[in-house]
């Protein structure tokens, strides 16, 4: 994409390039997002699953439909609040109990920490965040809740009120505004045919729900968790304050922290920590210690020299050294002004390959792409097996 920022910056982003193969020596650093953990504590073998929204959004015929489907407890708060007195009185204007949300939570503590619940309630700011590994906010179109909630015998303020909050989605941003932006989904409701399609999907998503990946042989547990650094050590230091031991937080790229200090990427601690572990089990008579972890090393060593030998984007930095010094031709330079950079970057473990460039000059992204296009992933022979239709889709709508 084009975009313009502050200070006349322009920049190109073409963060999904894709190869089309990939070599075996690509085949041996793939790997995923995970973050290690000891095999201690517990954690629910099934995810819980918060329904909210407006009354009149099809709560309580979604959450019994998905429960019955997955063999799921349904929970309906309001039901809930009625038959164990969690209340404190009745409220005339809007004709309902007065909700006590301490005593709610604190009914419902042991039930959440077993997994496979499927509550329902119109609201969910009390809610802790720990319960609920999805957040599905239901919404309808207007004249069709209008409709239902008259049915229900909703008049005078109560309705009005209702009709009011699903116009400004308040439930979305109470969601939003309560629990991580990556467990909450808003899903129309205004039809069966919209329940049912509802209910498959999150049917769908129950089934695919896995946060851990066991380690047999080491009895160890890998939590599956997002990108970016500071996601996967957040998550780490909430395991560890839940009484899940997590002592390794590794991103794909093999950046990682420890859970005694939490620094990205402290190598000498690490070291440290490792010779201090050999010693030990030295001194103990541990048959575990590792009397082959030189010869592992070199091996290790000797397999990523090969990868980089054989590596594609290997051929194209030749080129674009070629490129830059045999034809004298410059990436950031034009007409003696400071033109801009080009930075690509495949990973060692996704086919993705991301592309940024940036230019102080109305017109620089589109000519560095052509040149970097022409001059370098041409000429190299990598357009042969990489995917570079971003890249003339870019330079075709902005020629």
């Not at 918060?50 to 959004?57: A, K, N, S, V």
């Not at 590794?250 to 070291?271: I, Q, R």
């Not at 674009?320 to 031709?329: D, F």
Request: with cysteine.
């Amino acid at each position: 994409r084009l975009s313009q920022k502050p200070g006349v910056l322009f920049s190109l982003s073409l963060p999904n390039l894709q190869l089309r193969i990939l070599s075996p020596a690509n085949l041996n650093f793939s790997s995923r997002l995970t973050m290690a953990g000891a095999n201690s504590g517990t954690r629910r073998q099934k995810p819980n699953i918060l329904i909210t929204g407006t009354p009149g959004t099809g709560k309580s015929t979604t959450a019994s439909a998905l429960a019955e489907a997955r063999n799921f407890k349904h929970i309906c708060v309001g039901d809930l609040v009625k038959e164990k007195n969690l209340h404190d009185g009745w409220d005339d204007q809007f004709e309902c109990h007065v909700i006590n949300k301490d005593l709610v939570c604190d009914e419902l503590e042991d039930i959440m920490e077993g997994g496979g619940n499927i509550v329902d309630y119109h609201g969910c700011d009390f809610f802790p965040e720990r319960w609920f590994d999805r957040v599905v906010v239901l919404q309808t179109e207007n004249s069709v809740l209008y409709d239902r909630l008259t049915r229900r015998g909703y008049s005078g303020t109560k309705l009005s009120n209702n009709i009011e909050c699903e116009i400004f989605q308040v439930m979305l941003g109470e969601a939003s505004d309560r629990y991580k932006e990556e467990i909450v989904t808003a899903m129309q409701s205004d039809t069966i045919e919209d329940i049912s399609d509802n209910v498959a999907s999150l049917t769908e998503w129950i089934e695919s729900w896995s946060p851990w990946v066991y380690n047999g042989e080491r009895g160890g547990r890998h939590c599956l968790y997002r990108v970016r650094y500071r996601n996967v050590i957040d998550k780490g230091v909430e395991l560890n304050k839940d009484g899940i031991e997590s002592h390794l937080m590794m991103k794909t790229s093999g950046h990682g922290a420890v859970k005694e200090n939490l620094f990205l990427d402290d190598s000498a601690y690490m070291v440290v920590k490792i010779m201090i572990e050999m010693v030990r089990m030295r001194l103990t008579g541990s048959k575990e210690e590792p009397r082959d972890a030189k010869a592992k090393g070199i091996e290790a060593i000797e397999t990523f020299r090969q990868y980089i030998e054989v590596a594609w984007w290997t051929q194209m930095i030749i080129h674009l050294l070629l490129m830059l010094t045999c034809t004298g031709q410059k990436m950031d330079k034009k007409s003696g002004e400071e033109y801009g950079w080009v930075h690509m970057r495949q990973s060692i473990h996704n086919p993705n390959i991301a592309l940024n460039m940036q230019s102080v000059l109305p017109g620089g992204c589109l000519s560095m792409a052509s040149l970097f296009r022409d001059r370098c992933l041409e000429a190299s022979g990598v357009a042969r097996f990489l995917d570079i239709s971003d890249i003339d889709n870019y330079i075709g709508s902005q020629s």
